[in-house]
């Protein structure tokens, strides 16, 4: 193990050889090559935590994770601070994986430049033994020591301004974590490098995506393992846009953890010109048929009954004339510019009156202006 400056990051280059579609399978082969390199990045926006007061939480490929490529699944108690991953060398406070992502191989720390990091040590360890938390480096289950890395000897580099340290590891550990070894210390990121096993996996998925099977072949044997499915909207649909159904399979295979992902659309609900909406008297309503449903290029409305049923970006919008608006329940609507009433104006709201005129003009504020009349049943905006 030593010390080096940082590399350039990896990029994981995956080749699909060919992709067959069966009456009831559709069959996706992805060769993995011998010491293929899978690089993660985690940075204070994979830790969930967005103050100073520490959280536990999980992070893994997918989730809004894009810097995460590998099979890998992290787990950590950690906090926000001075805008990166901020560690305590207490309370059970650190960052482990739970599910490896192959063999370690490198792992880089760039560290906040900040004098709160002067005479700070991060431990790192690895093991071939699954972590369970955070809390399993402050034991016997904490593996073996690979490296302590120490601010004041980080390598400075000029291109990016950012200290970094990094080991390289020699020996084979599965799963690794690391942790303060006094006080707070803070983490700009962490990048992992991952060796991938050599051996090839084609994935066979039911046409619904129900089922799947993973076919291993490691030199001549071949061994297939069927795989556990997980289905979640990842993207609701709209009625401007379709949603997403992501389906994630998992197969453990000589102690590895492999997932494939696949994806498919959820068809737009159909807008049947009517929305429920709360009325002047708290009544719930619906409003009259013909109701248009806003996409957000309009630039000008007259009179007649208007809905945001979607999360909508807007410019300069002019009411004129006698406008009814529903704001529908969860929407936010963004304006780039001024909304002018010239005529009367009236906004509903659903159930929950969560809909929002959230303007990001003029700090933040929805600017609404004009001769007209504003009147607000339901929904909010900032002012």
């Known amino acids: ?76 108690n950690s906090a926000k601070g001075n805008g990166g991953i901020q560690l305590r060398s207490k309370s059970q406070s650190g960052v482990v994986t739970t599910v490896s992502g192959g063999i370690v191989r490198k792992i880089t720390v760039a560290w906040v430049d900040t004098d709160r990091n002067n005479d700070r040590y991060l431990d790192v360890y690895g093991s071939n033994t699954a972590y369970s938390s955070a809390a399993d480096l402050y034991s016997d289950a904490r593996g073996t020591l690979l490296g302590t890395f120490f601010y004041n000897d980080a390598s400075y580099n000029e291109a990016d301004g950012v200290y970094y340290s990094e080991v390289e590891v020699s020996g084979n550990y599965s799963f690794f974590g690391f ?44 061994h297939t393992e069927d795989a556990a499915i997980t289905s979640e909207v990842t993207k609701q649909p709209s009625y401007l846009a379709e949603g997403v159904l992501t389906h994630t399979a998992t197969v453990v295979y000589n102690g590895v953890t492999y997932r494939d992902v696949q994806t498919e659309p959820i068809d737009k609900p159909e807008f049947g010109g009517s929305v429920p909406y709360i009325d002047e008297n708290g009544g719930l309503t619906d409003s009259p048929a013909g109701t248009q449903l ?20 807007v410019d300069n919008l002019t009411f004129s004339g ?31 009156n969560s809909g929002i005129l959230a303007g990001i003009a003029s700090g933040g504020n929805t600017i609404i202006g004009g001769s007209g009349n504003l009147i607000i049943n339901g929904g909010s905006y900032n002012r």
């Open 294 to 313: 806003l996409t957000g290029n309009e630039g000008n409305l007259s009179d007649g009954w208007y809905t945001f049923a979607a999360d909508t970006s």
């Open 1 to 76: 193990m030593k010390l080096l400056k940082k590399s350039a990051a990896k990029t994981v280059s995956i080749l699909l050889s060919f992709v067959m579609i069966l009456s009831l399978f559709t069959v996706i082969p992805v060769p993995v090559q011998a010491a293929e390199v899978c690089t993660d990045i985690l940075t204070v926006d994979d830790i969930g935590a967005t103050g100073t007061n520490y959280v536990n939480w999980t992070a893994r490929s997918g989730e809004n994770h894009t810097s995460i490529g590998s099979a890998a699944v992290y787990s950590g």
């Open 322 to 352: 006698d406008v009814r608006l529903v704001l529908c329940d969860g929407v936010t609507v963004s304006s780039n510019g001024n909304f002018t009433v010239n005529g009367t104006l009236i906004v509903y709201g659903q159930s929950t």
């Open 179 to 222: 942790r303060s070894q006094k006080d707070a210390l803070y983490l700009s990121s962490v990048t992992v490098d991952w060796e991938i096993s050599d051996v090839n996996r084609v994935w066979n998925w039911a046409a619904d995506y129900s089922s799947a099977t993973c076919t291993f072949t490691d030199e001549s044997e071949s």
